[in-house]
């Protein structure tokens, strides 16, 4: 359990795209009809008539005439204010940035740590599982939080407790949830619709520390992870297999390179899936075909890792952090990029502390929640940013409450809602959100 608790500090979400709408305004134009005679006369009449009345309506503010927007002006430009009328806005001092903060939101119905966190389509956040006290008290329990009331609810209780499992959001808006704990060779999904979790398909292997990906196709891979049999056997995976949401089956793919557990694995915009680290593969990285079920190597990393974190970044690159060395449980800052192009690792700025959560920010800033005090291994509330153009880390205000083995969740809003963790030897139910301010 604590060996779990280690390495798994730096498990996080994955956030979703910043979708944009553009409105485009157009008038339409009167084109005057021709008419002779005695009708000239009167239509010039009506016309002046209705031009003077128009105008004192329209210039005592008793008629409000629409502004047509030039759709592609700057946003600037669609300021209605005329040149002969200066613009108040365009006069008036500077708004100042709004600085980013932690504020402290609904608690979880109960404690737990080591648990999974989904942003569901409708924009509510899935908690399952996980452990409730330090001592390895395995949930089945769920819950739900709802952003626009900062409340938790609960939700249907799983078929198996679990813990350190994997939880995939399907196209379909349900949530797939497989392994876990003693749970390695179950797999079962939950309705957000019904609040239901139900058992589907029979997995080929058992296995924990696995990988869990959505390929392009709606289909998730699952791939390499180890299984622990009588007398503590420890066996380590290359096999992977596929999951059909449209039959619930599972189905066996390629292997793997290399065998590998607590790995990560990346879709990279191409459809391609990294998998990096891990295991007795902990430098190496491979790419995952789903169009013909291959495995090819790839560059090596620049150092080893497994139970690391990987992000992928909106130029295509992506990033790996932290974790530990190899087969030790020496834990390293180090951090690096990945270039699908070339297929090469390159270092990058590393970290400036141990663990916490990572989570990728609509701004393009990566935010790490929380670390580790590398005298003692207690939890820190401490949190940084990454620019990923500059490769610079800044300190950015910490969180209410220190805590690890938590989790970040970028929700629709652009916050990020941390839930739960270990912190001071004990676990926690409260919950927090980190609001980046005008400022990231």
């Known amino acids: 359990m604590t060996d779990l608790h280690t390495r798994f500090r730096t498990l996080d979400d994955l956030s979703a795209p910043n979708l944009w709408n553009d409105i485009e305004e157009r008038a339409m134009a009167m084109q005057p009809v021709r008419r002779s005679g005695t009708w000239v006369l009167i239509a010039v009449t009506l016309l002046l008539a209705l031009a003077i009345g128009g105008a004192v309506l329209v210039g005592s503010g008793v008629i409000k005439l629409p502004v047509t927007v030039d759709a ?43 648990h999974s966190a989904t ?23 769920a819950e739900l939080y709802d952003p626009g009331t900062g409340q938790w609810t609960p939700t249907g209780i799983m078929n198996q407790a679990r813990y350190l499992h994997t939880a995939t959001l399907l196209p379909n808006g349900m949530v797939l949830v497989r392994g876990g704990g003693a749970t390695s060779d179950s797999a079962e ?8 979790w139900t058992a589907t398909g029979s997995v080929i292997e058992a296995r924990n520390e696995f990988s869990a990906t959505l390929l392009p196709n709606g289909k998730v891979l699952v791939a390499g992870g180890l299984v622990t049999v009588g007398g503590g056997e420890i066996t380590i995976f290359d096999s ?35 998998v990096a680290g ?32 990987a992000i992928p970044l909106p130029d295509g690159t992506v990033w790996v952090a ?63 940013l990454f620019d990923p153009g500059s490769g610079a880390w800044t300190a950015t205000v910490g969180m209410i409450e220190a805590r690890g083995s938590h989790t970040a969740t970028l929700l629709l809003n652009g916050m990020v809602l941390v839930a739960g963790g270990g912190g001071h030897s004990t676990v926690l139910a409260t919950a927090e959100l980190y609001d980046p301010g005008s400022g990231g």
């Open 189 to 196: 999904l939950y309705d957000p619709s019904r609040g239901t």
């Open 278 to 309: 891990g295991g007795t593969g902990a430098v190496s990285a491979e790419l995952y075909n789903p169009n013909s079920g291959t495995w090819t190597a790839t560059g090596n990393m620049v150092e080893a890792r497994f139970g690391h974190v």
């Open 72 to 114: 592609s002006a700057s946003p600037s430009s669609a300021n209605p204010s005329s040149s002969a009328q200066p613009s108040t806005a365009a006069s008036a001092s500077p708004v100042a940035p709004v600085p980013a903060s932690w504020t402290a939101t609904g608690s979880m119905l109960g404690s737990r740590m080591m």
């Open 240 to 274: 992977a297999e596929l999951y059909d949401p449209a039959t619930g089956s599972w189905a066996g793919t390629g292997s793997m390179v290399s065998p590998r557990q607590g790995h990560t694995a990346t879709l990279l915009p191409n459809g391609i899936v990294l």
């Open 119 to 141: 942003r569901l389509a409708d924009g509510r956040v899935l908690v399952a599982g996980g452990v409730a006290t330090i001592d390895n008290q395995e949930l089945a329990s």
């Open 322 to 384: 932290g974790g530990a060395n190899g087969g030790s449980t020496q834990v390293t800052t180090s951090a690096e990029l990945y270039d699908p192009v070339s297929g090469s690792w390159t270092p990058t700025a590393s970290m400036p502390g141990f663990g916490g959560t990572k989570t990728l920010l609509f701004n393009g800033m990566v935010l790490m929640a929380g670390s580790v005090n590398s005298s003692d291994g207690s939890e820190l509330a401490s949190s940084w």
